[in-house]
T-cell receptor, first 118, second 113 residues
Framework: AQKITQTQPGMFVQEKEAVTLDCTYDTSDPSYGLFWYKQPSSGEMIFLIYQGSYDQQNATEGRYSLNFQKARKSANLVISASQLGDSAMYFCAMREPRGTGTASKLTFGTGTRLQVTL | DTEVTQTPKHLVMGMTNKKSLKCEQHMGHRAMYWYKQKAKKPPELMFVYSYEKLSINESVPSRFSPECPNSSLLNLHLHALQPEDSALYLC????????????FGSGTRLTVV
């Protein structure tokens, strides 16, 4: 069963505008972490922002903020003041503890391709 | 040093070849991961090493053989691959329980001919 859902395959936003990328998740574990990564066409996965399940406040990192609604199991990414360099694939991901020792599993959503236009 | 370094960046190999992908980190992370990413798809977990021991194997075919010779290095040995194994292979590392998040390398683009 799919545990991370991103329902927007593609999004367009004008430069300097804000955009929200949606992410919903499903887990029965009370302890989990939610991540957003940016992947440009070059392939590297760039960490943007993290929200822990017990964090009381929504995470923010510069122009990125995470709208965490625990009861609705959603963790939407808000990018303010979009820039042309923000054009990329964006993945929402969830960490669940699994395996032995310190191992954990990071599961990705299907991604949203964001295009920033002039 | 806050990077995960993967080599080579690109690799083309025949179906009878044996090759290896290398991943290195010097952040003191004790968990290391291999992910496979097909075009236009999300990364899929293959293997997880914790304290140099294999912790998770996501039912990966035996033609992929991981190795963790020490806490900084992670290899992926490839043998008798199929064209459908062509993909971007991403390595990542993390602190205990990934409290500090995961750091990814820039990947190896593998083409099997």
């Amino acid at each position: 069963a799919q545990k991370i859902t991103q329902t927007q395959p593609g999004m367009f936003v004008q430069e300097k505008e804000a955009v929200t990328l949606d992410c919903t998740y499903d887990t029965s574990d009370p302890s989990y972490g939610l991540f957003w990564y940016k992947q440009p066409s070059s392939g590297e996965m760039i960490f943007l922002i993290y929200q822990g399940s017990y964090d009381q406040q929504n995470a923010t990192e510069g122009r990125y903020s995470l709208n965490f609604q625990k009861a609705r199991k959603s963790a939407n990414l808000v990018i303010s003041a979009s820039q042309l360099g923000d054009s990329a694939m964006y993945f929402c991901a969830m960490r669940e503890p699994r395996g032995t020792g310190t191992a954990s599993k990071l599961t990705f959503g299907t991604g949203t391709r964001l295009q920033v236009t002039l | 040093d806050t990077e995960v370094t993967q080599t080579p960046k690109h690799l083309v190999m025949g179906m009878t070849n044996k090759k290896s992908l290398k991943c290195e980190q010097h952040m003191g992370h004790r968990a290391m991961y291999w992910y496979k990413q097909k075009a236009k798809k999300p990364p899929e977990l293959m293997f997880v090493y914790s304290y140099e021991k294999l912790s998770i194997n996501e039912s990966v075919p035996s033609r992929f053989s991981p190795e963790c010779p020490n806490s900084s290095l992670l290899n992926l040995h490839l043998h008798a691959l199929q064209p459908e194994d062509s993909a971007l292979y991403l390595c990542a590392s993390s602190q205990e329980r990934a409290a500090g998040g995961y750091t990814f390398g820039s990947g190896t683009r593998l083409t099997v001919v």
